[in-house]
């Protein structure tokens, strides 16, 4: 048998074979006929018990050489047809996304540009870095630990009747929420500059967030927030009063001021809420403002000594205050906007204007 048996040719028999398949269906067929049960060289395999011991040996090994040789040219082939059949898939089901647009001379397609509240968190974003401070973010959904209990406001409060909250329907009830306001974030950066030694803070929190309110020309239930949070040692209300002035100053434009009167928000103490000048009258009095000259923007106040005690942070070494406005509002104000709900309208009308 080992005489007659030509090992190197059935190899190369293979070879050709395998070489020749150009599809999944024949290279299966190829490897039954090259290396199956009723191949060439399954049948010499089985004909070896009856060699005597040396040929056995002899044609054994070059039965196992060959085997060898046929299953790495399959398997070879077999990985490059899988990808040239992968690659045409992919071109056939390729979806032409190039816009044709009809006539001899075709129009140049106009490219969009960021949403008017967008244009607006980045410009006022520009602002406060330039007075110095840093912009961070955190989650939206957020525990009632966070959103309520570490700023002051606990279980059964009657503060949080001032926000209408939607409530999540994991874990304990009521224990998860969208976020009401951009406050969480106060909480995770004092926690972390506790934990880091982080502290003095400086920075502003841009971000989404959600209320029940029913939507009018002020409210959105889905709205746009920023707050800013400075921690260090000898804040007082005064520091407070001149970086809103400035902030205002610098974004609404030289001639708009900003004042402010006595409020309650439970996470600051004192509290206020500032005024600028009416942007559509400058101060002189408008149906806008109702005849006076000014127009809410937000709240303010020094941070509350118990959300310091809620995150470690002790009052007697450190003071601090927090702002925060609508970013929504702001764009209305700025851009003399009637109705807020025409910011997400999508009308394109409207939003080619800015």
Known sequence: MSDTLDVDGLVEQARAAVAAATTTEEIREVIASVAGKK????????????????????LGQKLHAARAVIEQLVEERRSQISAEEL??????G????????????????????????TQTRDALEDVFVGMGFEV?????????????????????????GMWDTFYL?????????????????????????VSSGGLPIHAVMPGRCYRRDTPDARHLPVFHQIEGLVVDKGITFADLAGTIEVFTSAYFGPDIHSRLRPAYFPFTEPSAEFEVTCTICHGEGCRTCSQTGWIELGGCGMVDPAVFGAVGIDPDQWTGFA???GIDRCAQM??????MRALIENDIRFLRQF
């Open 136 to 160: 961070a973010e955190g989650p939206e959904i957020e525990t009632d630990w966070f959103n309520f209990g570490a700023l002051n406001i606990p279980p059964a409060h009657p503060a949080r």
């Open 39 to 58: 191949s060439p060289i399954a049948q010499a395999g089985r004909s070896l018990g009856g060699l005597e011991p040396d040929a056995r040996k002899e």
């Open 87 to 92: 690659a045409r898939d992919m071109e056939a």
């Open 323 to 325: 702002f925060g406005f």
């Open 94 to 117: 390729r979806i032409d996304l190039t816009e044709f647009i009809e006539g001899s001379i075709p129009a140049p397609a106009t490219r969009g540009h960021l949403h008017l509240v």
């Open 169 to 193: 329907d994991l874990g304990a009830p009521e224990s998860t929420l969208l976020r009401t306001h951009t406050s969480p974030v106060q909480i995770h950066l004092m926690e972390e500059a």
């Open 334 to 339: 700025r851009h003399q906007i009637a109705d």
